[in-house]
């Protein structure tokens, strides 16, 4: 199998974690936003909403968005577990899961930030104070959701990763970034340490991939 993928990319980011801990070895390829090289169009004939991370399977078939492939790799690789057995917890593993990919990135990512400079001419400060906004606002919820929670160990569900920390985890990187102020998120604080000692969520972050830049 082959990823596609970005370095800083929040998506592909999680991908990364999830073939880590599964232990599954693909060949790993870039295409560098900033630059537009996922708007060529030989990436578009594989992924025509021309966003980063594309799975390549061996028999050439291609899977996209991120949450998708790792529901993929979790029905194909089931260990380690990235949901839990029980359906209530399933289903709080998703919905915290959703608050990091639907609620956040999709409305503070790169193209989004691209779109305010230059279609609303916003300075690159304010393209960034929309973005914190929008990372607070997701993690205040996500904070609520955990602190205190007796489904909290941890991790953001009990005490092995789920799915919900590998969309957390690049997240917290993205408001890093930002300057967000995590002192107000002390329980998304202490999963995210967690998180950083486990070595599949380490090799995963974007300063050691292969295409890293400063």
Known sequence: MKLIGYFRSSAAFRVRIALNLKGITVEHASRHLRKGEHRAPDYVALNPQK?????????????????????????????????????????RVRALSLIPTADIHPIQNLRVMAYLREKYDQSEEAAFAWSRHWIETGFDAYEASIAGNRHTGAYSHGDQPTMADLCLV????????????????????????????????????PSKQPDAEP
């Open 170 to 205: 690049p997240q917290v990187f993205n408001a890093q970034r930002f300057k967000v102020d995590m002192s107000r998120y002390p329980a998304i604080q202490r999963i995210h340490t967690t998180c950083m000692k486990h070595p599949a969520f380490d090799a995963a972050q």
């Open 51 to 91: 966003l980063v991370p594309a799975l390549v399977l061996d028999d050439g078939e291609v899977l996209t968005q991120s949450m998708a492939i790792m529901e993929y790799l979790e029905e194909t690789h089931p260990a380690p577990p990235l949901l839990p057995k029980d359906p209530v917890g399933r289903a």
